[in-house]
């Protein structure tokens, strides 16, 4: 697909099912590209179902409830969108589903919710589990606060059967003066940052002071916690990322940036 879209009330492109459906993955290579998406009333793109599906070089701004997911029954890439501007209450990029790469996405917001959702879901079929979730080389720029307690990324097992995650190689800095509150919140009393299936190592953060919320049990871990006790990020950096113009939004690298090599 190759759209043009704006002011829609509802979606603005979705590919999904209904639940009678919850064990199949239809069609494949389905693909979503080159798009401009504004002032969606709900989801920016919606992709329900298919395997090998690919979402690229889209530009995504001001929707009313989730930017782009990548839903239980999808399997593939969301890569190089740039989201903005969206303040999208449910997460800019939500992620529900199985062998899923994220990789090389700019996303700048100003919203209530995080900017990164990953959740296994028992709101839709039990028998698929988000697993084998791959997020790389993203750019997230937080810029507001979100419903957990101002959290970057967040992690939500509601149905217990959330499996490998891996993220890394990541940014995630503010185009305020420092991160917000929690860079991570995990919503689970089973899944936790050290968990065996979860890992997170090589990304910066920054600037300001890293702090990652568990909440069930409560808990909270420091930089150094969440590096030598959780052994979470032991190739990461709590520091500034070094943009050539942090608040005018001109995202490039300096030479001197932590985040290069």
């Known amino acids: 697909y190759n759209f043009e879209i704006s002011?829609?009330?509802?979606?603005?492109i979705t590919?999904?099912?209904?639940?009678?459906?919850?064990?199949?993955?239809?069609?494949?290579?389905?693909?979503?590209?080159?798009?401009?998406?504004?002032t969606s009333g709900?989801?920016?793109?919606?992709?329900?179902?298919?395997?090998?599906?690919?979402?690229?070089?889209n530009d995504i701004q001001s929707c009313g409830h989730t930017s782009m997911i990548a839903g239980h029954k999808f399997q593939g890439e969301l890569y190089r969108n740039y989201i903005h501007d969206s303040g999208?209450?449910?997460?800019?990029?939500?992620?529900?589903?199985?062998?899923?790469?994220?990789?090389?996405?700019?996303?700048v917001g100003n919203g209530d919710a995080p900017y990164l959702l990953l959740i296994d879901d028992d709101n839709q079929t039990a028998s698929i589990h988000t697993t084998d979730v791959k997020i790389y080389k993203n750019t997230?720029?937080?810029?507001?606060?979100?419903?957990?307690?101002?959290e970057a990324l967040e992690i939500a097992d509601a149905n217990g059967g959330?499996?490998?995650?891996?993220?890394?190689?990541n940014i995630i800095s503010t185009l305020q003066s420092s991160m917000p509150t929690n860079a991570f919140v995990f919503?689970?009393?089973?899944?936790?940052?050290?968990?065996?299936?979860?890992?997170?190592?090589?990304?910066?953060?920054?600037p300001g002071t890293f702090n990652c919320w568990q909440m069930s049990p409560n808990a909270n871990y420091s930089w150094s916690q969440w590096t030598s006790t959780l052994g979470n990020?032991?190739?990461?950096?709590?520091?500034?990322?070094?943009?050539?113009?942090?608040t005018g939004e001109d995202f490039r690298l300096t030479s001197s940036s932590p985040a290069i090599g």
């Open 233 to 246: 990020d032991t190739h990461g950096v709590n520091s500034d990322p070094l943009f050539v113009d942090r």
């Open 140 to 150: 997230w720029i937080w810029n507001g606060e979100n419903h957990h307690g101002n």
């Open 7 to 12: 002011g829609s009330n509802g979606d603005s």
């Open 88 to 107: 999208a209450p449910a997460g800019e990029v939500v992620v529900i589903g199985q062998h899923i790469t994220v990789w090389g996405n700019l996303i």
């Open 42 to 57: 709900a989801d920016g793109i919606d992709m329900g179902t298919g395997t090998d599906g690919k979402v690229y070089n």
């Open 187 to 206: 919503v689970s009393s089973t899944y936790h940052p050290d968990d065996s299936d979860f890992t997170s190592d090589y990304n910066v953060y920054g």
């Open 162 to 169: 959330l499996g490998t995650v891996e993220i890394k190689y």
């Open 15 to 38: 590919y999904h099912l209904g639940n009678s459906d919850d064990d199949q993955y239809i069609g494949s290579n389905n693909t979503v590209h080159d798009c401009s998406i504004s």
